[in-house]
């Protein structure tokens, strides 16, 4: 982990710069996949799974002996700890519900918008070495609230054709009544085309590798939409006196074990804290072990010591971290002058895993720079807002005119004369 | 205009299909124009503007006295019309405000969400015969509200190097102070990269031609947000006896008029009232200047009869049309069913062209049956929404072992040290 100190603003983009991907090649990897699942459906699926899972399936769909068995793999401890979770995610994500719209702009001119749920949705959860239950809560609990009538969840299988009991148990356990044995770029051609028994949705969200990645890009393509694009994940922390180097540290690696592709980035008011943090760093790691992941992902990361308060908070937000640690003093002071970050994380005793789990907030959040300009995962990711309007003759006799003038200036007549016939009618023209 | 009754439902897909848009090919032509404004700036603006627009422009920025000669040269009776259109659009987007989110899952774990304008946002007008400065009220009006700091607009020059004087006017009514006179692939790509004169943003919005389409989904890949994908724009309109053939016709009409791939879909109670209207087109259709557009139009347009009126909200469903209009006996009967659409307008005297101008919903919506997961552009649009959460030690004793089992269970060693440490420290150990 390299340290600066001080930088001039004028270097700031290159010390933040993320690595870039490149989602060209591997789109002409996957394209074919793609094109295959469109014009051969589940042989296709079965096909594919065969090469890249390693596993040849007859049936795609989970079955509900193989979800009553998962329910008895899965630990009481932590079928208590998924109730929790799952009913602080409910609580944070009822309270995003918008009230229906209705203002009447002009006498007679009544607007209105409603929340409606999208109706057919796909969870992607990768599989992989960690089994990730947790994302198929914060993807399926707002897609519940929200009224999405469909939920369809792919999930790769192991070699011996299996999903994680903890995946079966949390997606049974949310409602979801159709899941499939698909993963990689073909889990997401299936969702994108529909095949004969899995269903097509209208949009896609969840993780996945730089294939699932390219893949959703590409089903963009064919008319589907997606959650947000996808980056490697990261983590700022800002650190003042008052914070605890162990915790910072702490904070630091559990971002970094995600992957070698984890980006870390530690602004601190002194370097005196920067190195307490990467001697707590050294220590920590000895114990861990997904270690190599974490040495890997933080030779890549910097810890930049920057004196200026206003000068460190320029920075995280022009960095804009999907996830922002404030382990500083006074950390409302300076969350309300972050104007990008995806999740804010205030005080000492606010780890980041707290939100990757439990506390309530979503953890599907933007990576790479994108917090500047997407949400996370929300309870709006799963509705469409759509307007209304109604007009009375009276509200049309005050309107109407502007209407008029306006597109008559747009040289679009036919818009205008929509107006008038109205206009006369009602004034017995 | 092709009339069909009573079709069965495995055919409304068939009847419903919007024509292909082949991007693929336009994404050859524009990638270089990208790469050249990318790597050249300015100077390839300039080419670009001179080769497609047919002008040499030494400066791409709208000066002041551009913008005061247009102010003169607006009507007053224009602009009487354009500050109420102003009023009642800032009326509808303003009571789309969220409420900051405060949510105590458990004693202890408090979670926001706050709503935060993006900094950054290119609004691009389209040049052509039509100058659409409504268009420029209903993006910018929202920015404003939203908090966005910057506002670049971009639009073509016509062949004397100006721009329509009421763009400009509406342009500085509403704030904008960066005008700039560029268009096409080329206006896109600058708002991309930013040049010498045209600064970067985080997300573009605004309608335009295939290579402004083409350009936005590449801008995409080059990690800029855009308000959503674009295709022709359509109307679908629902009509039983209550409704008035004439009105009927003149909303396909002011539909049609838009361009020859418009999309008009009339959905029946009976055979005769599509009679009726058809008869109505016909006669309109006479005194249109932009006839030769509505009449190409149509004739890819299609009447369906559907007597049953469940049948009829099922396929309406199932096209999910960018503008909906209920010339119905009980709009709102129907409308509390719909799932699928931009906007609907309800009633005999709501005819579109008042949302596309002065009601105060917005008029850039969701084409192409995106409207089944896309919404149009809103207040929510031109912000993210970023969450908070501060435990005390109190609420991390409680939440903080849900953290451990699960992080154990995604087998995330490092993750569970996060609150390990913290709980340790909280209970002295």
């Known amino acids: 982990m390299k340290t600066v100190v001080n930088p001039v603003k004028s270097t700031w983009s290159e010390l933040l710069a993320r690595p870039t991907m490149d989602l060209e090649s591997i789109e002409g990897l996957v394209r074919p996949v793609m094109e295959s699942v469109q014009s051969r459906g589940d042989s296709a699926l079965r096909e594919f799974t065969e090469k890249f899972d390693g596993v040849s399936l007859s049936d795609l769909q989970v079955t509900t002996e ?54 057919k949705v796909g969870l992607y959860i990768p599989g992989g070495t960690a089994p990730l239950f947790s994302t198929v809560l914060m993807l399926a609990v707002p897609a519940k609230i929200a009224g999405s009538r469909e939920l369809v969840l792919c999930t790769p299988p192991d070699k011996s054709g299996n999903v994680h009991p903890a995946i079966l148990y949390t997606a049974q356990l949310v409602g979801i009544e159709k899941i499939f044995k698909v993963g990689g770029a073909q889990a997401v051609a299936a969702m994108t085309f529909g095949t004969e028994t899995i269903p097509q949705v209208y949009k896609i969200f969840g993780p996945g590798n730089q294939y699932v990645t390219a893949a959703k890009q590409l089903a963009m393509k064919y008319g589907v939409a997606i959650d947000m694009p996808a980056g ?27 992957g070698v592709d984890s980006q870390v980035v530690l602004v601190a008011s002194s370097e005196e804290i920067v190195n307490e943090v990467k001697a707590e760093v050294a220590d920590q790691l000895k114990t861990l072990p997904r270690a190599e992941f974490a040495e890997k992902a933080l030779s890549n990361s910097i810890a930049i010591v920057l004196s200026d308060e206003d000068q460190a908070i320029d920075l995280l937000n022009e960095y804009g971290a999907e996830h922002l640690i404030l382990s500083v003093k006074k950390p409302w002071g300076v969350a309300n002058r972050i104007v990008n970050a995806g999740s804010v994380f205030l005080g000492n005793y606010t780890p980041e895993s707290a939100g990757d789990y439990a506390s309530g907030t979503n953890h599907t959040l933007p990576t790479n720079g994108y917090a500047k300009m997407y949400s996370g995962v929300s ?31 747009e040289e679009l007549e036919a818009h205008k004369n929509a107006v008038t016939l109205r206009l006369n009618e009602i004034n017995n023209v």
Chains 1, 2 share one sequence.
Do not use: W
Request: with cysteine; net charge negative.
């Open 66 to 119: 193989e979800i009553s068995q998962a329910i008895s793999q899965v630990d009481d401890d932590l079928k208590a700890a998924i109730s929790i979770a799952k009913k602080n995610i409910e609580t944070f994500h009822q309270a995003q519900k918008d009230d229906f719209v209705k203002v009447e702009t002009m006498p007679g001119v009544n607007c209105f918008r409603k929340s409606v749920g999208i109706d």
């Open 232 to 258: 490697p994940s990261e983590v700022a922390v800002y650190a003042d006196e008052s914070a605890v180097p162990a915790f910072v540290a702490a904070d630091l690696l559990s971002q970094a074990e995600h």
């Open 379 to 409: 309870l709006d990711s799963f509705v469409k807002k759509i307007t209304y309007q109604e007009i009375t003759p009276q509200g049309l006799s005050v309107l109407g005119p502007v209407v008029e003038t306006m597109a008559a200036a």
